[in-house]
């Protein structure tokens, strides 16, 4: 089989030269010299691999990637990026984006050609090693079956307290299913607050709502504390709730009760006072992270993160938490600490 591979290069002297290198390796080479006419020509081509600049004027290889992405006739398509500098920046966006590999300008015909052949070789062996549809649906019958489908073997990233997970915005290319630690998603007012849509903790998947809707993240995720998080690729999400009746009920399921949480957060926060906002959100902080190892509860969170989750002002929820304090039904920590002491005096506020 000859592959197909499109080079969307503005510089002419990286076109020409990579164009000679790909050639000489008998692979069948296409060629544009800026992101617009790239597009145009992977829509009429079918490229098996495309090669794109990121920095190009007019439509760069953001956009490209973005473009095509988005099409699921570029499924299967390879996406490796060239790029002058390693900007970190720059290279977590592109591989938010979709891309497969990147290469830092100025760069060796061995290294492209080493780099083209690696990304088509594991293409291969995953296609070969993949079930197929068929065989996804009739072998996922249980929760606990589709739970191991979904996260066997993937790759595993590790976050530090307070860092993104996902940004409000960007386009869905994978779903998260939580391992281990905490975190919230949230929207930002035009003025700067916070507010908290939705407590994660181990066992919780995220970012699948946007990801079955077709739309952008509409939440950014952050972590509360050291979380690790198992990634399914959108690809292979979408292969099984397509496939799998189990998967689709789930994921149907999941949709419903998200709808239903949302609804009743926004009632809650509009009807309830500032003491009931506050003391429900300790309870559900308490309800979703349990309680330590010594029976009691606490949780380490700054002020300005439990003001969003309590969708009150900073300064109201300190205030308020420094009165159940007064009350003996928590008690507070310089390094943000929060410790119920009395869960049942507590409940009683909200009734």
Known sequence: MTYKILLIVNDPK???????????????????????????????EHPDVIVTELAMPGLDGFGVLHLLQNKPLFANVLFIVLCSVLDKKQLRKAMEMGADDIIVKPFEG?????????????????????????????????ENELLSYLIQDRNIDRYNKKQLVIREGDRPTKVFYMLSGKARSFKTHPDGKDLV??????????????????????????????????????????????SSTVASQKFIEKLIQRSSHLQNRLLWLAYHSLRQKVAAAILHLKEKYSCTPNGYFEINLNRAAFAS??????????????????????????????????????AELII
């Open 197 to 242: 849509i939705d407590l994660y903790g181990p066992g919780d998947y995220i970012g699948f709502a946007d990801l079955l809707s077709g739309a952008n993240y509409s939440e950014t995720v952050e972590t509360l504390d050291y979380t690790e998080l198992a990634i399914i690729p959108r690809k292979d999400f979408e292969e099984v709730i397509n």
């Open 309 to 346: 989750i309590a969708g009150t002002a900073t300064e109201s929820s300190i205030r308020t938490l420094g009165e159940f304090r007064a009350e003996h039904l928590i008690e507070l920590e310089a390094d943000g600490t929060i410790r119920l002491l009395n869960e049942k005096k507590l």
């Open 14 to 44: 990286i076109r020409d030269f990579s164009c000679e290198i790909l050639e000489l390796a008998s692979y069948q080479v296409l060629q544009a010299s800026d992101g617009k006419n790239g597009v145009e020509q992977a829509m009429a």
């Open 110 to 142: 061995e290294e492209l050609l080493s780099c083209i052949e690696t990304r088509i070789r594991k293409q291969l062996l995953r296609q070969q090693s993949s079930p197929s549809s068929d065989s996804i649906k009739s072998s996922l019958r249980t």
